[in-house]
């Protein structure tokens, strides 16, 4: 089945499991990783009946290589982020731990999101490179290494150098790099309190646990009130409890605002793109316009520019007539050269402009989309979760009333 | 000396007679409340019930604001009974503390209102000011008087940690509460309401309170007694009746419950107001941030104003939590403290018994005289022994109740929380 094909039938990605191995890593020392199992449906039409086609074992770096390549082939695209390695925004219960089993868990839950994401892009979904991920499981390093692309990646000295002399970047990437700092920045610190607040309220509950054990010793020594304390104590140790699934909820929600986090990053490095690509035509553009008039100056005899040549000809001499016509020639020929090249150039950024812009429009209605999802489900837990305090109080009330 | 002797006569009706309805001496609310004490059956006496909720109610700071009508009778109608024919003649109130500088110290005073039908009080109304001392004072000497009833605890006179300033408003608005419900636990007692000292506290001017204390005795003398209490409550324990051995084992365990339910307390508003300050900030970052999005300015809107709902839910909440709970619970451990006390009076009694029938079988001194003590100091037993019993079942009662009146208005704040919180939720939100 080639890659064309495979995609006409209507596919399922699924990261279904998580599995601890150890191994020897790249200097031969032991190491513990975590590997995801991958597996592949193809839904057939008429009965949607699905067909494991492949199903194969990963591990957190290989997805990261197949994402760095991504980035250098696909630079106009915003490429989807992956799960973080490290756990980040945590609040007191959550370990930070990698090898944790709810770190795990949420994971792998961040992976197959990924997987979706890059399979629903129009552009991504037909790469060859994923499209063996899913399907090579041996020997795919060392394809993806094999097409060199670490060497075509730009340099991060090039890309901040660019930033920081680039004349005219178009107005709306400019615009861009600020929301995405601005998202970056925001998203931060809502997560940041959010594991604030999770924490203080894990404390609330926690501690009404403690009543639970207080009033079961107390109703021992009490005739009239013992069974109301009994059973209002055996509430207090609901309630106390409650609050782990309530939590664990809400740390799906903060990892659909860790994705946009991370996607933040994604808008910068088109945008890095843009800006190496319009610093890259200015610098060709201004060549070219200096050479044109070194060859003017010549052609006129008037040397208007300071240049070596000129000093060292007023000291040794002047040139031949011969001399100057070579020099006049070859730099007509640069010239040449060189408007064709920032013709391309010019192409080239027109066309990343368009493609990239195209994207970015993508980009954005899947986040408004996914944003506005998360926000109301976020507040449909917060109402279950007054729901069932409600609940217990009501039963709680009701034991105390009766003692 | 009036106040002892109205006090003996009522340990006398509880010992002996039990003449159910009609009010033998004055104040006819407190004899029958304390005799129906006595053959107290829950499941049987509605009737019974509802006289010490009806107690535990008239202790509710929300029943007392410092606008009372003037006429006491007015007032008695404000306070419904419904089948309880029983009245509360004489109401109590205290507020408006003021600071007072002198050269030496500060100190507070309230002002302590009170409104009485009763005919040994010259007048119906009086008001005079009081410091934490006088109070003390007047603790002091219902516990001479009535070495083995269960007084009221007093608030404690500082609290060591964490306090910057003496007299921060948070402190002192507790400890008027506090004075509060101790002037009214002692004129809802059936025996300490008519101590003549109690009068006096509630009545006299400040210079006729001070010469009024120095009559009793010296200070010096009441910390020999003390010395001699300690030493003799020790051999008091071993003659422990069965009964107040179980008492004492209740009290124990109890004083360790409620220490702990005191700390759970607080330890839950800690961490309430810390919930609290944190949601703070998490709201205003949502507004932020839907200045950057134009297509979900109203979604994050509606989240930024949920959370505030939630802000003012669980400010209301730990409001509530300070009134309707902690005070509660911390009187409770004061008088678990003071419960021990009484528990150590009544076996310093018994041991003085103890000591003269051990002197007498010894041969130690006169026997004539010594039988003639004994004689006395065994109807002092019987009394102490039977003024606590019958205390003991009044404060149980009592303690009871405001533990449960406590514990389920604070289901019921916490039930509007939640359902203040659940109100929040904007399901008209119109791009849902």
Not at chain 1, 104 to 116: D, K, M, S, T, W
Not at chain 2, 48 to 63: N, Q, R
């Amino acid at each position: 089945m080639t890659e064309n094909t495979f995609w006409l039938k209507k596919i399922e990605i699924s990261v279904s499991e998580a599995e601890k191995r150890t191994g020897r890593n790249a200097v031969n020392m032991q190491e513990t990783y975590t590997a995801y199992l991958i597996e592949t449906r193809s839904v057939e039409h008429t009965d949607g009946q699905s067909v494991l086609t492949d199903s194969l074992w990963r591990r957190y770096s290989e997805f990261e290589l197949l994402r760095n390549y991504l980035l250098v082939y696909y630079p106009h695209v915003v490429v989807p982020p992956l799960p973080e390695k490290r756990a980040e925004f945590v609040w007191h219960k959550l370990s930070a731990d990698n090898m944790d089993p709810d770190f795990v868990e949420r994971r792998r839950i961040g992976l197959e999101n990924f997987l979706l994401r890059v399979a629903s892009h129009p552009i991504l979904c037909r790469d060859k490179i994923f499209y063996l991920f899913l399907t090579q499981e041996g020997n795919w390093k060392e394809t993806v290494n094999e097409t060199g692309f670490q060497l075509k990646a730009d340099s991060r000295l090039k890309a901040l150098n660019a930033t920081f002399r680039v004349k005219n970047p178009d107005k709306r990437f400019t615009e861009l790099k600020h929301y995405s700092d601005e998202l970056q920045s925001v998203i931060s610190h809502l997560l940041r309190v959010r594991a604030r607040v999770a924490d203080r309220l894990y404390g609330v509950y926690k501690v009404h646990g403690n009543y639970g054990r207080v009033f079961s010793e107390w109703s021992a020594i009490e005739k009239e009130m013992g069974d109301g304390l009994q059973s209002a104590g055996h509430h207090m140790d609901v309630y106390a409890s409650s609050i782990d699934d309530i939590l664990e909820d809400e740390e799906h929600y903060a990892d659909q605002l860790k994705e946009y986090l991370f996607y933040a990053e994604a808008l910068r490095a088109v945008c890095r793109k843009h800006e190496l690509m319009q610093y890259d035509l200015e610098t060709a553009a201004q060549d070219l316009a200096s050479k044109k008039q070194q060859c003017e100056e010549l052609a006129t005899g008037t040397v208007r520019t300071f240049s070596l040549k000129g000093m060292t000809t007023k000291l040794f001499g002047q040139e031949t007539a011969e001399q100057r016509e070579a020099r006049i020639k070859v730099l007509e020929e640069q010239i040449n050269e060189g408007e064709q090249q920032l013709k391309s150039k010019n192409l080239e950024g027109r066309e990343f402009v368009k493609n990239a812009w195209a994207d970015i429009e993508r980009f954005k209605e899947q986040k408004n989309q996914d944003l506005k999802e998360a926000l109301i489900s976020y507040a449909i837990m917060q109402i279950s979760m007054c729901k069932k305090g409600i609940q217990v109080w009501t039963n709680a009330k009701e034991c105390f009333s009766k003692m | 000396m009036d106040g002892e002797r109205a006090s003996e006569a009522r340990s006398a009706e509880l010992a002996g007679e039990s003449p159910r309805g009609g009010a033998a001496g004055p104040g006819g609310s407190g004899s029958s409340s304390l005799l129906q004490a006595d053959v107290l059956d829950l499941d049987e006496d509605e009737d019974d019930l509802e006289v010490f909720s009806k107690d535990a109610s008239l202790m509710d700071m929300s029943s007392f604001s410092p606008m009372m009508p003037t006429s006491p009778l007015s007032m008695i109608n404000q306070i419904k009974f419904e089948d309880e024919p029983d009245l509360k003649d004489l109401f109590i109130t205290v507020d408006e503390p003021e600071s007072h500088v002198t050269t030496i110290e500060t100190f507070i005073t309230y002002r302590i209102v009170t409104k009485t039908s009763r005919g040994e009080f010259d007048s119906s109304e009086f008001e005079v000011r009081r410091r934490y001392q006088d109070f003390l004072w007047l603790k002091g000497k219902l516990e001479e008087a009535y070495p083995t009833l269960i007084i009221p605890p007093l608030p404690e006179k500082f609290i060591v940690k964490g306090m910057v300033e003496r007299f921060n408003d948070d402190f002192i608005e507790t400890r008027r509460k506090a004075l509060h419900k101790f002037l009214n636990r002692i004129a809802d007692h059936p025996t300490l309401t008519f101590n003549e000292d109690f009068k006096v506290f509630l009545t006299a001017q400040a210079w006729e309170l001070s010469s009024h204390k120095k009559q009793g005795p010296g200070l010096l003398s009441r910390m020999g007694q003390t010395v001699r209490a300690v030493a003799s409550s020790m051999r008091g324990v071993k003659n422990r009746p069965e009964e107040f051995m179980e008492m004492n084992n209740f009290i124990e365990m109890f004083s360790q419950k409620i220490n702990l339910i005191d700390k759970i307390s607080q330890r839950i508003y800690k961490e309430e107001r810390e919930y609290f300050d944190e949601m703070k900030e998490y709201g205003p970052i949502h507004i932020l941030w839907s200045a950057s999005e134009e297509d979900l300015v109203d979604t994050l809107k509606g989240v930024a104003s949920c959370i505030d709902r939630c802000c003012k839910a669980t400010e209301k909440r730990m409001t509530g939590l300070s009134e309707a709970l902690l005070p509660v619970i911390h009187e409770y451990v004061l008088y678990s403290e003071m419960l021990m006390g009484v528990m150590k009076r009544r076996d310093q009694i018994q041991a003085e018994l103890d000591s003269k029938v051990e002197a007498l079988t010894n041969k130690k001194a006169d026997a004539g005289l010594l039988t003639e003590e004994i004689g006395k100091l065994e109807d002092k037993v019987e009394c102490a022994n039977n003024a606590l019993k019958a205390d003991w079942e009044r404060w149980k009662q009592n303690m009871q109740n405001d533990i449960k009146s406590a514990f389920t208005d604070t289901a019921e704040e916490n039930i509007h929380y939640y359902e203040q919180r659940a109100d929040g939720f904007p399901w008209n939100w119109s791009n849902v």
